[in-house]
């Protein structure tokens, strides 16, 4: 029998086979996945529960001209894989081949790169109303989860989509679980609906017994206080009529007839509505079911008979570092509590729940509450540690500002996936967070280069009595520490950086985990007689001002390393130091992150990309010295530039006197 899934190029080509086909081609969709991320990694378990709902979607609406908007987007592989994209599905997630989100570029079936939870429900009503204002005979559909939901962007979604005087239909995919358990009060609630009659069953049995009694049909006709009273006593979903949203469900979301007849239904309705489709995260396969948790985002696996095996990639990764870390500072500490938004493998903060259930706080993907409940709690005495991703921290900002900086509290952020993340691509790199956390008044910005410094930069921020952060990428620690133990300190003149690694033609400034790049980058240029010193700064915020004025002084060039935008990063720290302080500027080279969207790739593969692995930044040393070289030549022909008058010149020895501190010597 001839495989189905490959004939499909387009929706339209789905409307043409029967219902055996179609289960058939859902069963080809699966094993497509599987296969696929079992190769490449990527969200399975996912994509799994979300075949039917995604070819009934397909079949009863008229997409692309019909509006299918993205809650999240890991859930748009069988999406993808009738959309055109099936040819180049092998290639998903690896450098240049297929997103593993909805992603524009790729065709109009995607309407936004979305990789957030929280949003579609606002930007469907968005398109539902614009579309309304030009006369377009268009429906917009947001599929959302029962996780997301619950994101405060969702539910102010939902309070403006039931003022439409339109079509507007929310799908709510509910699976029974986020990337772990969901929680909080509204996922109990939708539990509840799981397991209560539908409104539609309830309202059809109400009549068939009113059509039986004696006035029955009287007491239909004049009977709407009956039904108000009907749907707010016994039947689900009132809390989404309420908000102006007619409620449908639960339905099957894998009964692919059922919700071919409930879409063409409610297609035609004129009126805002929420359909809630049950599904099974990981249909099809009885181990992705059994364990939703790991098969959420596996890595390269393979299937042996009932048994899978997980590719266990070689190395520690920081995210283990710091589970490790949370539990031993938690043991220490009987005041520190973990909090995670939704984020509990990925963070590291499962491991202190067996240990501290008492003291493990997961609030949903609700950053925002989680940040502000952080302030609430220091408020009243605890020392909480939160874990959030940088993609997902900068959600936060607003309560970062006003609820932790203004009112000086000291929660430490411990900042996961900062910078380039890897294959999830843009829709998750972490290069923003220096850039707004900077800007606040009394916040400590801390970045270790190794496992061991990253203990001890959460030991050093449990001492501060000011916010902070730590950050640490996606990636395996070094191996070994880089560099002799050395206590973190803050002074007068700012945080306390260390030596790597002495050099007399340039200076390698290295903020955080590329710190190991940065050596093995003047490694590569001792061969050609090339000598690059490299320093850990450790502190983005405050700067060690007694390093740099010791490096700028010596007169050669300076070369930041960041995995952060270039815009308002570390490098741009150094600049503003240097114009504060009257160095010369122009003896900085800053590598970090470009003006631009790094598409998904490895993280190796990105580093290089955007200079910033070995080769590259041995490359930039290079063309910095060349610069050097020129603009000494071009000096030595003009009068000198006069210092400024407040300047105060130190002799160029300085940077022996900085390397004579205790505090940078073992």
């Known amino acids: 029998m001839s495989l189905i899934l490959p004939t499909i190029e387009s929706p339209a080509d789905l409307k043409r086979l029967s219902l055996e086909q179609l289960t058939s081609l859902a069963q080809e969709i699966r094993e497509t996945i599987v296969a696929t991320v079992s190769a490449n990694g990527g969200h399975l378990a996912p994509n ?3 075949v039917e709902i995604i070819l009934a979607l397909h079949l009863v609406f008229d997409l692309p001209r019909d509006r299918l908007l993205w809650d999240v987007g890991h859930q748009c592989y069988p999406h993808k894989l009738i959309t055109g994209r099936y040819k180049r599905f092998s290639s998903l997630r690896k450098q240049g081949g297929v997103c593993g989100f909805p992603d524009p570029a790729e065709g109009p079936y995607d309407l936004f790169s979305v990789g957030h939870a929280g949003t579609a429900i606002s930007t469907a009503v968005g398109m539902a109303r614009a579309d309304a204002m030009l006369h377009r005979q268009t429906r917009v559909i947001a599929l959302v989860g029962d996780a997301s939901i619950v994101n405060g962007v969702a539910l102010e979604g939902l309070n403006n989509a039931g003022t439409l005087k339109r079509q507007l239909l929310v799908i709510l995919n509910d699976n029974s679980m986020s990337i772990s358990e969901p929680q909080g009060a509204f996922a109990n609630y939708l539990e509840h609906l799981r397991v209560t009659t539908t409104y539609d069953e309830v309202k059809r049995r109400v009549q068939d017994l009113l059509d039986r009694i004696p006035y029955g049909q009287r007491l239909s006709d004049i009977g709407f206080q009956i039904k108000q009273g009907i749907k707010n006593a016994i039947a689900p979903g009132h809390i989404f009529e309420d908000l102006g949203l007619k409620y449908f469900g639960p ?18 309705l004129n009126t805002p509505a929420m359909l809630h489709v049950k599904t099974v995260k990981g249909k099809g396969y009885e181990w992705a079911c059994d364990d939703p948790t790991t098969f959420h985002s596996p890595k390269p696996f393979r299937v042996e008979g009932c048994r899978v095996v997980l590719n266990q990639g070689s190395g520690r990764s920081w995210t283990k570092a710091f589970a490790e870390a949370m539990v031993r500072v938690a043991r220490a500490h009987p005041r520190v509590v973990g909090i995670t938004a939704a984020m509990p493998d990925g963070t590291g903060m499962i491991k202190l729940k067996p240990v501290f259930p008492e003291r493990y706080f997961d609030t949903g993907i609700c950053e925002s509450h989680a940040t502000a409940m952080a302030a609430g709690m220091t408020r009243a005495g605890l020392r909480p540690i939160a874990a959030i991703y940088s993609t997902f921290l900068q959600r936060a900002f607003d309560q970062i500002f006003q609820e932790i900086c203004l009112q000086g509290l000291p929660v430490i952020f411990c900042v996961d996936r900062a910078g380039l993340v890897g294959d999830d691509g843009a829709v998750h790199h972490g290069f923003c967070d220096l850039a707004f956390l900077k800007s606040q008044p009394g916040m400590v910005l801390m970045a270790p280069s190794d496992e061991r410094e990253l203990n001890a930069a959460l030991d050093f921020a449990l001492s501060l009595e000011q916010p902070c952060e730590i950050r640490y990428p996606r990636d395996n620690c070094p191996p070994e520490p880089l560099g002799p133990a050395e206590a973190w300190l803050m002074r007068q003149s700012g945080g306390v950086a260390r030596r790597l690694k002495d050099g007399s033609d340039a200076t390698l400034v290295a903020y955080g985990a590329l710190a190991l790049q940065a050596l093995q980058a003047a490694n590569l240029l001792e061969n050609e007689r090339i000598h690059a010193g490299v320093i850990d700064a450790r502190f983005c915020k405050p700067l060690d001002g007694a390093m740099l004025d010791a490096v700028f002084e010596t007169d050669r060039p300076i070369i930041t390393v960041e995995d952060h935008a270039l815009i308002n990063g570390f490098g741009t720290a150094v600049l503003e130091y240097a114009q504060l302080h009257g160095h010369d500027a122009r003896l900085v ?13 490895t993280r190796a593969e990105q580093l290089k990309e955007v200079g910033l692995d070995p080769v590259g930044l041995a490359s930039s040393v290079r063309d910095a010295l060349a610069r050097h070289g020129r603009r000494h030549n071009a000096a030595e022909t003009r009068p000198p530039v006069p210092s400024p008058p407040s300047v105060t010149l130190r002799p160029m020895n300085r940077l022996q006197e900085y390397e004579t501190p205790a505090s940078l010597h073992p």
Not at 589 to 601: E, L
Request: with cysteine; proline share 6%; glycine share 12%.
């Open 251 to 268: 339905v099957d979301g894998h009964d692919l007839p059922g919700l071919l007849e409930k879409l063409n239904e409610l297609k035609t």
């Open 48 to 50: 799994l529960g979300t």
């Open 589 to 601: 080279t800053r590598c970090g992150i470009p003006d631009r969207f790094i598409k998904h790739a």
